[in-house]
């Protein structure tokens, strides 16, 4: 099964969109009576693609990291909350919530609103079976 990693890259985008939305709302409140209107052009473009850049890597990063895989593969078997989960991996819960927040961060991961249960988005279930799919394919011919 090839992993639709377009479901990542709209997760990133919508991401990027967001994080846009919120520097846009401060640049707002910050006008200063010496700067005119900003004027939006090819740089913005450049700027975008250096972010998206920086969010993929960031992204990896988060998804490689020991606490961020195991985190990852424990939601793998659906939503869970944070309380179970730390028992389960063996981390204060504290440091599961900021790990989890991590993971929200780059759109791997989803909390409920005013709830202590997270999931995986569906980029975070696409990530997971790529990474699946990768130590398949790198294992011994007859590994299941």
Do not use: C, Y
């Amino acid at each position: 099964m090839i992993t639709d990693l377009a479901v990542v890259g709209k997760v990133l985008a919508a991401r990027l969109r967001d994080v846009a939305a919120v520097v846009e709302r401060a640049d707002a409140f910050v006008v200063r009576a010496d700067e005119g209107a900003r004027a939006v052009g090819a740089d913005e473009a450049v700027e975008g693609t250096a972010a998206a850049a920086d969010l993929v890597l960031r992204m990896l990063a988060v998804l490689a990291s020991p606490p961020g895989w195991a985190l990852l593969q424990a939601l793998s078997d659906g939503d869970r909350g944070t309380s179970d989960l730390s028992r389960q991996l063996g981390r204060p819960r504290l440091s599961v919530w900021e790990q989890v927040n991590d993971l929200v961060q780059v759109g791997l991961v989803a909390h409920e609103f005013g709830g202590d249960r997270v999931g995986l988005t569906p980029a975070g279930l696409v990530m997971v079976e790529l990474v699946e799919q990768l130590v398949r394919a790198s294992g011994p011919e007859d590994a299941p």
